[in-house]
Nanobody, 114 residues
Framework: QVQLVESGGGLVQAGGSLRLSCAASGIISRINFMGWYRQAPGKQRELVASINSGGGTNYAVSVKGRFTISRDNAKNTVYLQMNSLKPEDTGVYYC????????WGQGTQVTVSS
């Protein structure tokens, strides 16, 4: 079983930065796939960034070049560094993991003001 706890959300002005953290109860090096999703009010949840067990990463076009996903295996934690934030980045960000089945964190709110 994998449990995920997100932190690091908050309110920032456009152009600012935030770093989200996802602490996993499992050993992340043994988790096949981890990523960050976000959901804005009235919109579908979308995959923002992902990292696999081999370290390969993928990003949504809308965040590529601004966001970076990384991991610290010793801390069993995945991070999302968000730079040059835009108002359209506002939403609830969810940590996700796949290990035989889907696992979701409870989400952390990110609000970017103009």
């Amino acid at each position: 079983q994998v449990q995920l706890v997100e932190s690091g959300g908050g309110l920032v002005q456009a152009g600012g930065s935030l770093r989200l953290s996802c602490a996993a109860s499992g050993i992340i090096s043994r988790i096949n796939f981890m990523g960050w999703y976000r959901q804005a009010p009235g919109k579908q949840r979308e995959l923002v960034a992902s990292i696999n067990s081999g370290g390969g990463t993928n990003y949504a076009v809308s965040v590529k070049g601004r966001f970076t996903i990384s991991r610290d295996n010793a801390k069993n934690t995945v991070y999302l560094q968000m730079n040059s934030l835009k108002p359209e980045d506002t939403g609830v960000y969810y940590c996700y993991a796949y290990s035989r089945t889907d696992y979701w964190g409870q989400g952390t709110q990110v609000t970017v003001s103009s």
